[in-house]
């Protein structure tokens, strides 16, 4: 649905209750609603095929007595996105949930009934999502009264109320430490026998509070650096991120060498987060050959990334108003003969990865969902492009370089892991031409760095979304008067994609738990006690190490 | 075809052979340009405190002891090695060494601290006025928030507004219960 047809539908539909105005760049839709209306907009906007992205909270209570609350849609076909925007007076601020309709939203709703305080009238799983369990009612860290290091005293008898078992199942806790898992995570999975029938997914559990920090604490020009580390890999994706949102607030146009720059280091870091990907996905299926020989085709890119960064990782590199280091004719060089030495690898890697039994075996026809529920959890990245979904933030909505450059978008229809390992495996080499393209095309001269003189306005909406390794990442924010973001909301692919994973692993082998979790790639630990939650007596009971063992060796039931 | 496949893998894993470097024995010398712990050259420094202001890891903090000697105090233990107060430093002072191999039981081993001797006016005696807030003197707002040089710790507190008892007081104030009775 192109954007006039939208606007006309939704015009008849509401009427007075919509106000239309036009966002930054004629790329982004500003639709204003009375709170009413909230739900059925959107809910409309759903229906014309929008792609819902997130929900953004915020106080606004000191400067016009009211929390906002906007939903943003993606429309992809037709490359515009909207943002739905809305308003609760400071003493009420409920909403009506959408998520019985859109269960992508489940998870915003529940952030902003912890951070906010917020209410989602009809929310279907109205618990604590973020904050932790033993954290006092009634304070929401993000209201702008709280201070940014708050510390509750703690309380130790306290814990997360996981759902009720469906009827004759056993629960396997999986979490928080998990050898598969890089972070903290609790899943509880419900079998029956070997069939998970259900589970539930207490995460947070390391939630740093950035986003309250960097709206309290730094300064524009700092968050960059913080934004980086939010994640472990995508580094340049969070600062590009960021940096575009608020180039777009502000109106900042940066110098075309340097958002080639940027694309050339997003490349870079799709090509080695991808093959970081497959060599955990290979180790997760107990196939330590492909661990082994994708980090070691791995390793050069991080070695070039040393010598374009100045680090390891692609850290460091973008700023707001471009990037701090160039390319130089000797570091195209250097980058071009690495591309080809791990092209050829990858090649050899592929052949040996793609036609083995054993892989097929693990991999077809695991987590499988098909094409409309991939569509209505909002899946992103690989994850969705191996489910017949076809988006990819880089050719919807261009950002930095990426209009001049073309590549294909992988796209596989079975379904199930192995699409989205074929769907990695193909945009290595997609990578590897955007790089070489991006070489080619770039100005040979140009400031890398727009300087910023001006004071940035404030309250203005920035909004960027950028093809992460995962999928898409979208950071939303509003320019604050301090020098610093007044809301900045992050939302990494995975915080959509883990949305998915209990459909994922719906009536699937226990056993492939591991490389379905894997195959969204995020990660866990199970190490010497286990609860045993009997779904159907009610009663727990935990097990010593040494009871399990016994039991284990008897092979006795508990 | 699972066997051609094995022969592949074969081959893949016998080309390349051996990759693993040596190391510690023999360490990769580091590239132009590298990114390790920043190094500040006292003789080059003005004590604009420039680094701490635009710290994102707020690592570095400026405290005046007199109107004289303002004392710069680095602590690696929470560097995160980005390079902005070598970007921002007016006098070049700041580089970035290429010393990356920082693990240490001894967090005294990554810190640096430099006094600086502050040209004061010479008809007052004085560098800043410090009742009046100039600019410099803000900088005592930012920088890593410890309560003492000595302690170097980030002491967890609650906040005065939000002090135990306080927080008691709140109307929606309960603690969380325990599950299952």
């Excluded at chain 2, 496949?5 to 390349?16: A, C, G, H, R, T």
């Amino acid at each position: 649905m192109t954007k006039d047809s939208l606007i006309r539908t939704l015009r008849d539909g509401f009427g007075p209750a919509l106000t239309v105005s036009e966002g930054a760049t004629p790329k982004r839709l500003v639709l204003d609603i009375d709170r009413t209306a909230f739900r059925a907009a959107a809910l409309k906007l759903r229906a014309a095929g929008g792609r819902y992205m997130v929900g953004v909270g915020s106080d606004e209570r000191d400067r016009r007595g009211a929390f906002g609350m906007i939903h943003l849609f993606a429309f992809d076909k037709d490359g515009f996105t909207v943002a739905l925007r809305t308003s609760a007076p400071a003493e009420t601020p409920e909403f009506d949930s959408i998520a019985p309709e859109i269960p992508a939203a489940g998870w915003t709703e529940r952030e902003y009934m912890d951070l906010l305080g917020f209410t989602f009238k009809g929310n279907p799983k109205p618990k604590k999502l973020i904050l932790a369990d033993d954290w006092p009612a009634g304070i929401h860290p993000l209201r702008k009264e709280v201070p940014y290091n708050l510390v509750p005293p703690s309380a130790e008898d306290v814990a997360y109320e996981l759902d009720e078992a469906p009827e004759g199942t056993t629960t396997v806790p999986i979490g928080p430490f998990h050898p598969s898992l890089h972070e903290p995570a609790h899943f509880a999975v419900y079998v029956d026998g070997e069939t998970i029938k259900g589970c539930d997914y207490r995460g947070f559990m390391t939630h740093r509070g950035i986003e309250k920090l960097c709206q309290t604490q730094v300064s524009y020009n700092e968050v960059p650096f913080v934004a980086e580390r939010i994640c472990g890999i995508c580094g340049s994706v969070h600062a590009a991120a960021y940096s575009q949102s608020v180039e777009e607030a502000a109106g900042i146009k940066i110098a075309r060498r340097a958002e080639f720059i940027r694309t050339i280091m997003l490349e870079i870091e799709r090509l080695h987060s991808h093959l970081l990907w497959l060599g955990v996905a290979g180790h997760l299926i107990g196939y330590d050959t492909i661990f082994m020989q994708s980090w070691r085709v791995r390793e050069p890119i991080m070695w070039l990334s040393e010598r374009l960064t100045g680090n390891r990782k692609t850290y460091g590199m973008i700023v707001i108003g471009g990037v701090r280091r160039d390319i130089t004719p000797a570091l195209r060089e250097d980058i071009l003969g690495v591309l080809k030495k791990v092209e050829t690898e990858v090649g050899g890697l592929k052949d040996a990865v793609l036609k083995d039994t054993s892989i097929h075996r693990r991999t077809k026809g695991v987590g499988f969902i098909p094409r409309e529920e991939a569509e209505a959890w909002s899946l992103l990245g690989p994850v969705a492009r191996g489910r017949g979904v076809d988006i990819d933030v880089r050719r919807d909505h261009p950002y930095a370089a990426y209009d001049e450059l073309s590549f294909d978008v992988p796209v596989m229809d079975s379904g199930d892991v192995w699409g989205t390992l074929v769907v990695r495996l193909l945009e290595i080499f997609e990578s590897i031409k955007i790089v070489r393209q991006a070489l080619d095309k770039m100005p040979s001269d140009g400031p890398l760095l727009t300087e910023v003189a001006d004071v940035l306005p404030a309250y203005r909406h920035g909004l960027s979304m950028v093809e992460a390794p995962r999928g898409e990442s979208v950071h939303y924010l509003i320019t604050g008067p301090e020098n610093r973001p007044e809301r900045w909301r992050v939302r990494a692919p995975t915080y959509t994609n883990l949305q998915g994973v209990p459909r994922m692993l719906l009536d699937n082998q226990l056993a492939d738990f591991p490389i379905i979790v894997g195959s969204i790639d995020p990660c866990f630990s199970c190490t010497d006690r286990v609860l045993v939650v009997d779904g159907r007596a009610r009663s727990r009971r935990v097990f010593a190490r040494s009871e399990i063992e016994a039991l284990g060796r008897g092979r006795r039931k508990p | 075809m699972w066997l051609t496949s094995k022969i592949k893998q074969v081959l893949l894993v016998l080309k390349p052979g051996k990759v693993t470097l040596n190391y510690p024995a023999e360490s990769r010398p580091v590239p132009e340009g590298f990114r390790g712990q920043p190094a500040w050259d006292h003789t080059k420094c003005i004590g604009c405190g420039g680094c701490a202001n635009h710290c994102p890891a707020r690592t570095i903090l400026t405290r005046d002891l007199c109107p004289e000697i303002r004392i710069l105090f680095y602590d690696g233990a929470r560097c995160m090695y980005c390079g902005r107060c070598a970007d921002v430093c007016p006098e070049k002072a700041i580089v970035m060494s290429p010393e990356f191999e920082l693990a240490t039981g001894d967090r005294d081993d990554i810190t640096q601290s430099l006094e600086l001797f502050m040209l004061t006016c010479q008809r007052c005696g004085r560098c800043y006025d410090l009742e009046i807030k100039n600019a410099i003197d803000k900088l005592d707002l930012r920088g890593y928030r410890y309560d003492s040089l000595e302690a170097r710790t980030v002491i967890r507190r609650s906040t005065e507004r939000f002090a135990p008892d306080v927080l008691g007081e709140t109307e929606a104030y309960r603690r969380p219960e325990r599950i299952g009775g």
